[in-house]
């Protein structure tokens, strides 16, 4: 079965820390490239971070970005996503899916999400930031 299996959420001070994992089964993890979303409470899911295939360009949401980081394994078929001074709008179900070609930006990667062109999503993993 090819999926994704996120985990690492929790429950988490605002200010504090969490890291997040996607270990991918039944493909190869290097062929993709990697988006991690996230849906919170009555509102749509949206693009969080994105690291590419190939090259592993990175990039972020605004909302995001200085306070996440995506690495990925390929040797562990892992993706990871560090989050850092979380606040409790960060509060959602975190998801990452697979897209099968190189990404040059989020913006692309947003492109590409909209167009459906994402694959193997996960369960997801809850991220609650408390006040």
């Known amino acids: 079965q090819l999926q994704f299996a996120e985990s690492g959420g929790g429950l988490v001070q605002s200010g504090g820390s969490l890291r997040l994992s996607c270990e991918a089964s039944g493909f190869a993890l290097d062929d993709y490239s990697i988006g991690w979303f996230r849906q919170a409470p009555g509102k749509d899911r949206e693009g969080v971070a994105c690291i590419s295939s190939g090259d592993g360009r990175m990039d972020y949401a605004q909302s995001v970005e200085g306070r996440f980081t995506i690495s990925r394994d390929n040797a562990r078929n892992t993706v990871f996503l560090q989050m850092n001074s979380l606040k409790p709008e960060d509060t959602a179900v975190y998801y990452c899916?697979?897209?099968?070609?190189?990404?040059?930006?989020?913006?692309?990667?947003?492109?590409?999400?909209?167009?459906?062109?994402?694959?193997?999503w996960g369960q997801g993993t809850q991220v609650t930031v408390s006040s």
């Open positions: 899916a697979a897209y099968s070609k190189p990404l040059s930006s989020f913006i692309q990667a947003l492109v590409r999400y909209y167009a459906g062109e994402f694959v193997y």
